[in-house]
Every structure is written in C-alpha cells, then in structure tokens.
C-alpha cells in the first residue's frame, strides 16, 4: 500500500520515516521536541511526531503503539495504551507518552518513540435481534473459560 505523509517538521528529512528492517511491522515515529523532555514517574505528556498522514481508505485504520524496548526498559508506554488514527484524519501525529515507571526519564528531540502499524478495518452493519442464538459460551463472564 502507498501512504501519503506530510513533513510538519523539517528536522524529519534527516530522520525520514521508515521502517528498521525488511520485517518490521510497524513504521519508526520520533519525538520531535525543541529540547529535552524530563517526564517525572507516573506522568505524561502529549509529544508531536513532526508529520501527518492521510490513508483515505476506509477499509485501513493506524495504529500507535509503544515501542517494546522503551516500555519494557523504561516504563514509557503510551497514556491512551493505543491510537486510533481512522482513514480520514489528516492532522499531525501526536504520542501521548507516559511514564509508568519510579524513575524519571528524559526523552530526547528526534528520538524513536513510537510505532505506527496500518491495519485492516471491517465496519460492521449493525442489525438489532432480540435475542442471540445459544452458544457453547453464552453470556458466562470474564474468566468463565478457565485459567488455563
């Protein structure tokens, strides 16, 4: 698929969006900040990434994630845990990115923040029943499939 981005900071064109390797899932975002950003523990801050993008079709969605090393390392995960970027956004990606860790952390201008993964989306066409046929599960609630 071909994604259509804009550079909304011009510090990007030495950092251009990409992916790490062949295999990479999900598309490197970085902090673009005028200085550094000492994040206190169990605090959060909205982080701009310096570009926009636009998918246009409604059958794909965006993602941001945290990066797995940033998270598991240092406690920075993202407040809202995932971002939703639907096809017909076309503003600037933001991070809220949030401390969960005891330790402060200074995040650096440019550095590698996030992840941003393009996914399928279905749409459902919501049809009212007044009731659901039966199935092995029914309405058992969390935990009634058993630990393991």
Same mark, same amino acid.
């Given at each position: 698929m071909q994604l259509d981005f804009k550079i909304l900071d011009? &510090?990007?064109r030495v950092h251009m969006p990409g992916y790490? $390797?062949?295999g990479s899932a999900g598309l490197d975002l &970085?902090?673009?900040l005028q200085a550094p950003l000492t994040l206190a523990p169990g605090r959060w801050e909205l982080v701009a990434t310096g570009m926009a993008i636009h998918l246009k079709d409604p059958?794909?969605?965006a993602l941001i994630l945290p990066r797995s090393g940033l998270g598991h390392k240092h406690g920075i995960v993202l407040g809202n845990l995932v971002g939703l970027i639907d096809s017909d956004y076309q503003g600037e990606l933001m991070v809220s990115a949030w401390n969960r860790s005891g330790v402060e952390y $200074?995040?650096?201008p440019m550095e590698r923040l996030a992840q941003l993964v393009i996914v399928p989306v279905l749409q459902a066409e919501l049809r009212e029943v007044r009731e659901f046929a039966p199935s092995e599960r029914g309405q058992s609630g969390y935990g009634s499939t058993g630990r393991q």
């Open positions: 011009e &510090r990007l790490a $390797t062949a &970085r902090a673009c059958g794909c969605a $200074t995040l650096q």
